[in-house]
């Protein structure tokens, strides 16, 4: 057999499991869309999630953060004390704040911005528990 006769049957072969390969990566990305994971409860399952009107649901979609993740972000767990969370907090925050031009370490803006945010969401979430319960007499009838 001629040289250029092998060289067309290895380009047809090559773009024969090309296009295989291509086939099975599509029928893969369509499986992929149609699949969603329903979550335990709109805390765990993230922004998206967090639809009803619960004061929880509303804060989450008030700072685009859940629970949870603040929690990890300032490496505190959910029995933890306010002066806990500030102590976090603050050494957090000055771990990623520029430093002078001696030291030059490197600071991150985004890991600021992300342990702020997060301080904001678990300080809301301190104002919920903190905050005296509505006696029925405050609640208003609608009717």
């Known amino acids: 057999m001629s040289l250029p006769m092998r060289v067309i049957q290895i ?3 090559t773009t024969r499991i090309v296009g295989k390969a291509f086939a099975e990566a599509g029928k893969q990305a369509a499986k992929n869309a149609k699949y969603s994971p329903q979550a335990l409860s709109s805390d765990v399952g ?13 804060l989450t979609r008030q700072h685009r953060m859940t629970l949870d993740e603040a929690q990890l972000i300032l490496n505190v767990k959910n029995g933890d004390t306010p002066d806990k969370i500030l ?22 803006h985004y890991i ?32």
């Open 46 to 58: 993230g922004i998206s999630n967090a639809t009803s009107a619960s004061r929880t649901d509303q």
């Open 11 to 13: 380009c047809i072969a």
């Open 87 to 108: 102590q976090q907090y603050e050494h957090l925050f000055k771990a990623n704040s520029p430093q002078p031009a001696a030291k030059r370490q490197a600071h991150s």
């Open 112 to 143: 600021q911005s992300k342990v702020v945010r997060a301080r904001e969401r678990l300080d809301a979430e301190l104002d919920i528990v903190l905050e005296p319960p509505k006696a029925a007499s405050e609640v208003k009838d609608p009717s």
